[in-house]
């Protein structure tokens, strides 16, 4: 009788609190449990691995990605091994970033603007106009030769340089190159592909739509 009340213990996935502990006296209908599920909800911000979490919730999430930052490849699934390249090349993107800020006004120092703004008053309208115009041309070079060595290292250095975040006409040609990218890497080869992840981990983690 006692085996029979504990397999529908088991069955109804609840266990009797101190059976572990002295499994000969008995299951009392107060001592069953159910198993507690927490209520974790969607972040409504990027949560990077430096955020000061503002809820429950958030320090959750703020945990989980530090264990997939901590945790060796080897011991993640398929998903996870994916999550964590993408982690780490965004990580590595972000400090590239962080680096040309810093010498930003050396650059600026060390090559000044040579010519004047053809038939604009406000340079930084005018460089926002001509960001958008790259992109598109970066566009159409990846859709001419797919993602060669030269365009990827056009495609990083144009990003690294774009301050996030972006309006919304830009972020709509961003979203329209990745879903390029993203139907390119069904059919490309290994190396094109690694190229072609590279640049979706940058945008899908810093440019989100």
Same mark, same amino acid.
């Given at each position: ?53 503002? #809820?429950?919730? %958030? ?6 990605? @530090?264990? +997939?930052?901590? !945790?060796?490849?080897? &011991? /993640? ?44 008053? #406000?340079?930084? %309208? ?6 958008? @115009?790259? +992109?598109?041309? !970066?566009?159409?070079? &990846? /859709? ?47 190396? %094109? ?11 899908? !983690?810093?440019?989100?739509?």
């Amino acid at each position: 009788m006692f085996r029979l009340e504990v397999n529908e213990s088991f069955a109804s996935g609840r266990l009797p609190v101190d059976y572990a502990v002295n499994p000969k006296r008995g299951i009392e209908e107060d001592e069953k449990f159910s198993p507690l599920a927490l209520d974790v909800r969607r972040p409504t911000r990027s949560i990077k691995l430096d955020t000061y979490p503002q #809820d429950g919730s %958030e320090f959750i999430h703020l945990s989980s990605l @530090s264990e +997939l930052y901590t !945790l060796q490849p080897i &011991f /993640l699934t398929a998903r996870q091994r994916k999550m964590y390249r993408y982690r780490v090349v965004a990580q590595l993107f972000e400090k590239r970033v962080i680096h040309f800020k810093q010498n930003r006004a050396t650059l600026i120092k060390k090559f000044p603007l040579q010519f004047d703004v053809p038939g604009e008053k #406000d340079e930084k %309208e005018w460089c926002k106009r001509m960001v958008k @115009s790259l +992109l598109k041309y !970066l566009h159409h070079w &990846f /859709l001419a030769i797919n993602m060669h060595d030269s365009i990827a290292r056009w495609i990083f250095s144009f990003f690294m340089c774009l301050e996030d975040p972006v309006e919304k006409k830009c972020q709509n040609l961003i979203g329209v190159f990745k879903h390029a990218m993203r139907k390119r890497l069904r059919t490309c080869g290994k190396r %094109e592909g690694r190229q072609l992840s590279t640049i979706m981990a940058i945008l899908d !983690l810093n440019f989100r739509d």
